[in-house]
């Protein structure tokens, strides 16, 4: 027999907040958290704004030694984690089997910034100069590793590398695990620090970078003046937790997380499928594995990348899943405000569903000024609104053909 799962904790680290009060507080205000980007000098690129991590010391979560020895991305997922876990109030080892408890946490790129300084040194300085740490520092699993180590979860340690869809794997596979019986608890999402040079570069010449140099105006999902998704770094991280282990010691539990869909296009190294059909398959999967139709679901949050092919791609999928619901039903993109964390997006986003849930308030899409006539669902424009939200099904899409729906529902 399945067993139910919940969430019991959250933590995040966004453009908008080290924390996930100041996140929340700012996301629902509509304030953006895109600025200028001050990591490099973008003299040579035509990009010049990125959702940026800003005042984050890794030292409030990891001792000073260990710091040095760790990529940004593994410091953003420590200190995610150990937010969720004093959230959900657990204690490994006390409260919580150590081996009942398990990490998955996804990267979509990992340490480049680290391996892009240390190729350099090695150009520079020769071999020997390279950090003896420099492998542990940008391999994507080692922020699960890691946050394992720090939490003493000795149960199932995985990492799901799956581009943009890369948090939301993580937490739908981690689902899979407490769902199946194999743990009680895992500590699940995705972490990102991938505003470097060489990113950008590779990003711009795709052309799927904004050029906008605007970063109030820059992300812009679903307007008819996208012209690129803008680029961000952070981390979310969420509990999962297993119904009864999570009532029997008295657990606040935020929602349940009922469904889980995941898909591939099979058709373009970059490009969705035609009319999202891919992303379609894993809303229809993700609403059967829960149980609901259609004119269940309460809000939407978008992948809405503010590019132009997703965002026409989704909504049609979402069309085709929905029927006439699709024009009643709320959806908004997050990104329009946090930027796109790659491998961390999902895990964010999903949390801002349990919080659209947890307080009956859904989040804007800000930015949305000229409608796309090609575009013609509620996005929520602007300013976020209060009202009941009983079950959220979040999409998130990567590079490679990705698709992940999940599903969340008030308990």
């Keep these: 027999m399945k067993k139910r799962v919940v969430i019991t904790g959250i933590g995040a680290i966004t453009p908008l907040g080290n924390d996930i009060s100041s996140t929340w507080s700012k996301l629902i205000d509509g304030v953006s958290g895109i600025g200028p980007i001050t990591k490099f000098n973008t003299d040579d ?29 593994t410091h953003f997922a420590i200190g995610a984690s150990k937010m969720a876990v004093e959230d959900a109030g657990i204690a490994i080892g006390d409260n919580v089997d150590p081996e009942r408890a398990g990490v998955w946490i996804g990267s979509g790129i990992g340490g480049l910034g680290e391996f892009e300084e240390q190729h350099k040194r090695f150009l ?8 003896p740490f420099t492998i542990p520092m940008f391999i994507p699993d080692m922020a699960s590793g890691r946050v394992s180590i720090e939490l003493g979860a000795k149960g199932m340690n995985n990492c799901s590398v799956t581009a943009c869809a890369s948090g939301s794997n993580s937490i ?22 991938s505003i470097t040079e060489m990113t950008i570069a590779g990003f711009t010449n795709m052309t799927a970078l904004s050029t906008n140099p605007d970063p109030q105006s820059a992300s812009r999902p679903f307007d008819k003046n996208r012209d690129g998704f803008v680029i961000a770094e952070g981390a979310g991280i969420v509990i999962l937790e297993e119904y ?38 894993a809303m229809k999967l993700a609403l059967n594995d829960a149980g609901f139709t259609p004119e ?5 949050n978008a992948h809405g990348t503010s590019t132009k092919y997703n965002d026409l791609f989704e909504s049609q999928a979402i069309k085709e899943v929905f029927g006439e619901h699709a024009y009643k039903v709320a959806v908004s993109s997050t990104k329009s405000m946090t930027g796109h964390l790659l491998g961390a997006a999902g895990a964010v986003e999903a949390i801002f569903s349990c919080l659209a849930i947890k307080e009956g308030t859904i989040p804007p899409t800000i930015n949305y000024e000229t409608p796309d006539e090609e575009l013609d669902l509620n996005y929520v424009p602007n300013i976020s609104k209060e009202e009941k939200v009983d079950v959220v099904l979040s999409n998130s899409f990567g590079f490679g053909g990705h698709n992940a729906t999940l599903i969340f529902k008030k308990l």
Excluded: W
């Design 45 to 73: 690129t035509p990009v010049k704004v990125a959702g940026e991590v800003k005042d984050f010391n890794p030292e409030l979560y990891i001792d000073k030694k260990e710091v040095r020895r760790m990529g940004r991305f």
């Design 124 to 131: 520079e300085k020769g071999p020997r100069r390279v950090n």
């Design 172 to 193: 739908g596979d981690a689902f899979r695990v407490v769902q199946n019986g194999h743990a009680d608890v895992m500590i699940a999402g995705g972490t990102e620090a």
């Design 244 to 281: 009864e282990h999570a009532i029997k010691r008295g657990a606040v539990i935020y929602c349940e997380i009922t469904g889980y869909g995941a898909t591939g296009d099979a058709y373009h190294i970059t490009t969705p499928a035609p009319n999202g059909a891919g992303g379609a398959r």
């Design 296 to 300: 269940q679901i309460s809000y939407i």
